[in-house]
Structure formats: C-alpha cells, structure tokens
C-alpha cells in the first residue's frame, strides 16, 4: 500500500510539474501553483526525485521565491486570479446548493485579500533580481547524490 501510495504521488507530482512547465510557455496557464503542487508531491514519493526537483530552476524560481515570500509581479498575481476566478464563477453557476456557492464567493474573497495584502508585489526588475539570485544561490549549493 506504502508503494501503491509513492507512485501515486508520483505521478500526480510529474503531471503537475508537466503542466507548470506548460504554465511557463503558456501566458493564460499560471505555472507557480503547479510546482508547488509538484514539490509537495515529489517530497511524498521518493527522496531520489524530491533532490531532482529541488535542482531545477523551476524550484527556485517558482517554489522557493514563493515559500521566503519575495514576491510575484503584478501581472502573475492577476493572471493567477483571473484564472482562478474564472473557475470559482464556473462553480459558483453550476452548483445549485446556496451554502456551496456562498462559501466558493468567500474563499474567493479571501483569495484576493491574501494575493493583495500578504503576498508582496514586486517589479519586473525586482523579479529578475530576485530570480538572478536564487539561480545563482541554487549553483552554489551543494547538491546531495542519491
């Protein structure tokens, strides 16, 4: 069962990652919630994949940027709203139960108050700096061999 489990996540971690990579490429797909969706699955699987992934750049530039809290651009924070409004105003037309639809407009206001009041808004070029850092912070750090 243990293994039925670490291939599951797995599994669910390399589509996640598959589409955060897409969410890189793509302008309408937000590619930061998929890796951390991806690092949280990676870190259940295997320890020999969680240390891959914690090597990429992605990981750096979306996972770890996001976990010390430095900050998302303007045009990420909206993007990622729009989209997650989009899905929330889906719900909210296709479920008939009035407690479901009350609860989806609450937790969407509770998004919006957490990506506009606790998640810091930086600059384009404070988010290069940002980046510039952490890949140069992930070329330093020395690696575990599993």
Same mark, same amino acid.
């Given at each position: +069962?243990?293994?039925?489990?670490?291939f599951?996540?797995?599994?669910?971690?390399?589509?996640?990652?598959?589409?955060?990579?897409?969410?890189?490429?793509?302008?309408?797909?937000?590619?930061?919630?998929?890796?951390?969706? %991806? %690092?949280y699955?990676?870190?259940? &699987?295997?320890?020999?994949?969680d240390?891959?992934?914690?090597?990429? &750049?992605?990981? +750096?530039?979306y996972?770890?940027?996001?976990?010390?809290?430095?900050g998302?651009?303007?045009k990420?924070?909206?993007?990622?709203?729009?989209?997650?409004?989009?899905?929330?105003?889906?719900?909210?037309l296709?479920?008939?139960?009035l407690?479901?639809?009350?609860?989806?407009?609450?937790?969407?206001?509770?998004?919006?108050?957490?990506?506009?009041?606790?998640?810091?808004?930086v600059?384009?070029?404070?988010?290069?700096?940002?980046k &510039?850092?952490l890949?140069?912070?992930?070329?330093?750090?020395?690696?575990? &061999?599993?």
């Amino acid at each position: +069962m243990k293994n039925i489990k670490k291939f599951i996540f797995v599994v669910l971690g390399f589509l996640s990652f598959g589409i955060g990579v897409a969410g890189v490429v793509l302008p309408v797909l937000p590619g930061g919630p998929f890796f951390l969706f %991806a %690092a949280y699955c990676f870190a259940r &699987s295997s320890e020999r994949v969680d240390n891959w992934f914690k090597r990429t &750049s992605f990981y +750096m530039i979306y996972v770890v940027r996001l976990k010390e809290n430095k900050g998302m651009t303007r045009k990420e924070k909206i993007r990622i709203n729009l989209i997650a409004d989009a899905f929330i105003l889906f719900s909210v037309l296709y479920v008939d139960i009035l407690f479901v639809r009350l609860l989806m407009i609450a937790l969407c206001v509770i998004k919006h108050y957490y990506f506009i009041r606790k998640i810091p808004t930086v600059t384009p070029e404070q988010y290069e700096t940002i980046k &510039s850092e952490l890949i140069q912070r992930q070329k330093t750090t020395p690696t575990s &061999s599993t």
